[in-house]
């Protein structure tokens, strides 16, 4: 929206994207090391997230909004990756 182009020309917002798989294997992360499901608008961001920070200072911090309910997805990943629930 108007908003997000507002503070893209500003330079205060950058956007990236990544591919679906790695958003799932970020869901499967994140559930398996923080015991969180995460949704999977979430995911891609966590994705970006993976990629990123191992090239980050000690000093710099990240923050992550997990915002949405990661169990409302869960039949949808079931069913991407063949199984059913």
Request: hydrophobic share 40%; charged share 25%; glycine share 8%.
């Amino acid at each position: 929206g108007p908003e997000h182009a507002w503070l893209k020309d500003l330079g205060r917002a950058t956007y990236v994207s990544v591919t679906d798989e790695q958003a799932l294997r970020a869901f499967h992360r994140m559930t398996r090391t923080e015991g969180i499901i995460p949704a999977l608008e979430t995911s891609h961001a966590i994705a970006h997230v993976i990629d990123i920070a191992p090239r980050m200072r000690p000093d710099q911090s990240l923050i992550i909004n997990l915002s949405g309910r990661g169990d409302k997805d869960l039949n949808t990943v079931a069913a991407l990756e063949g199984m059913e629930l």
